[in-house]
């Protein structure tokens, strides 16, 4: 389980949890969960015309990632945001089939983007996945306030000077570097459980947003080490795995938070947003 050749993966995936779980906290705080969904997807298939292309598949999805965070923060101005976000999955789709229909040379790769491939990292790619994920940490450090007042209480936000479609802008092109860095390990259809799940369950656990943000990086890492082992030990697809754990994360998160000790009394919605702005 800890061979030379499982380094890499416990240190990728390691990297991708950290970044996950903090990014994550605030996609689910701002309701953002189909965007975190559909950009993966959208820069799958930048990544499959990069295949085709023949350049490095990292070009094809931060383009195709910005491209759609651009996308749907600009049509998001005009339209509620999931009608501009399924406009804009709709459309890199139908770009991915186009480029998967002009090539059969490239289906593992391309399997692997979508499944991921995580006991597959090599050395080389480790090196981009930690710039990356530094630069996403730090983005949400810089942020922090802004972002967290902006998604709790966007009037008193905008009140203090605080742009909601700047934050939404901000707060998308964030989720496309994390995009680009999680796709080439995880999978387009990982990522989103590991970004999901882990915050999903932190905020049943607690209101206080630094409290959530570091539990979410736990329950994330926890998640993904014990894929990993549990994968390793059944030889059984990693994937499910992550799934699995998220799932049962959750739904004891949920039971945790519904027990009658724990069930919120009038008024604790406002004490809860609260406790958000006074750790902002």
Not at 122 to 143: D, F, Q, R
Request: proline share 4%; charged share 10%; aromatic share 8%.
């Amino acid at each position: 389980m800890f061979a030379d050749f499982m380094v890499n993966a416990w240190v990728a995936a390691t990297i991708v949890a950290v970044v996950a779980g903090v990014v994550g906290y605030f996609t689910v705080l701002r309701g953002s969960a189909f965007a975190a969904h559909a950009l993966p997807n959208g820069a799958f298939a930048g990544a499959a015309g990069a295949s085709l292309l023949g350049v490095n598949a990292l070009v094809g999805l931060i383009s195709f990632s910005l491209l759609g965070a651009l996308s749907i923060a600009a049509l998001g101005r005009r339209a509620r945001h999931d009608v501009a976000t399924a406009l804009v999955v709709v459309m890199m789709l139908g770009l991915g089939a186009l480029f998967l229909s002009m090539t059969t040379e490239y289906a593992p790769e391309i399997f692997a983007l979508l499944f991921g491939e995580v006991l597959g990292v090599s050395s080389n790619e480790l090196v981009p996945t930690a710039l990356i994920g530094a630069v996403s940490i730090v983005a949400i450090l810089a942020l922090y306030r802004p972002l967290t007042m902006s998604s709790v209480v966007p009037e008193i936000a905008e009140s203090r000077g605080v742009s909601s479609r700047a934050m939404d802008l901000a707060f998308l092109v964030v989720l496309a570097l994390v995009t680009t860095m999680a796709v080439p390990v995880v999978g387009a259809l990982l990522i989103f459980s590991l970004l999901i799940s882990p915050a999903a369950a932190a905020r049943a656990f607690t209101s206080r947003p630094l409290r959530a943000v570091l539990l979410s990086v736990a329950l994330a890492l926890a998640t993904v080490w014990a894929a990993i082992a549990l994968s390793y030990l059944s030889n059984l697809p990693i994937g499910f795995f992550v799934g699995a754990v998220g799932a049962l994360n959750y739904g004891l998160a949920r039971g945790w938070s519904g027990r009658p000790g724990n069930k919120p009394r009038p008024g604790s919605s406002r004490r809860g947003s609260g406790a958000v702005l006074a750790d902002a």
